[in-house]
């Protein structure tokens, strides 16, 4: 006795009808990596890491550079600039406007370099989404 697998049913009304026609696929696009694994993103966290050591060090560069002075060159501090001023009460008043400086060296990075990144990658990942609710 020979077992013969059983065949797919026939959905045709005649034998020699055509077979009907497949359904159009959907126009996609083509497939992208994952979000988390986009280049976009590393080159985003190189240009954020980029942005915050420059702005830190040149506040706490300059600051570093006032103590040391103070600790180890006493003689630079207690000279006198102008009209009786020391050297090290000049460079301590430049902390603030130093300060000031790397507030608005981290500003204009975020603007330039890092904000546009980020907002390519948020519109990016709410297609994503969208695709995603889509499916």
């Known amino acids: 006795m020979s077992y013969d697998p059983p065949q797919p049913p026939s959905y045709l009304s005649y034998p020699w009808q055509p077979p009907p026609p497949e359904p159009p696929r959907p126009l996609r696009t083509p497939p992208r990596d994952p979000l988390g694994q986009h280049s976009d993103l590393r080159v985003l966290r190189s240009a954020y890491r980029w942005q915050r050591r420059t702005a830190t060090l040149t506040a706490l ?13 006493p003689q630079v501090m207690t000279r006198t600039v102008t009209d009786g001023v020391p050297a090290g009460l000049l460079l301590a008043l430049l902390q603030l406007p130093v300060t000031w400086l790397a507030i608005a060296l981290y500003e204009h990075t975020a603007r330039r370099h890092v904000d546009p990144l980020a907002d390519r990658i948020r519109k990016q990942a709410e297609l994503d989404v969208r695709r995603g609710a889509a499916r």
């Open 61 to 73: 560069g300059y600051f570093t550079l006032f103590l040391a002075l103070s600790a180890f060159a």
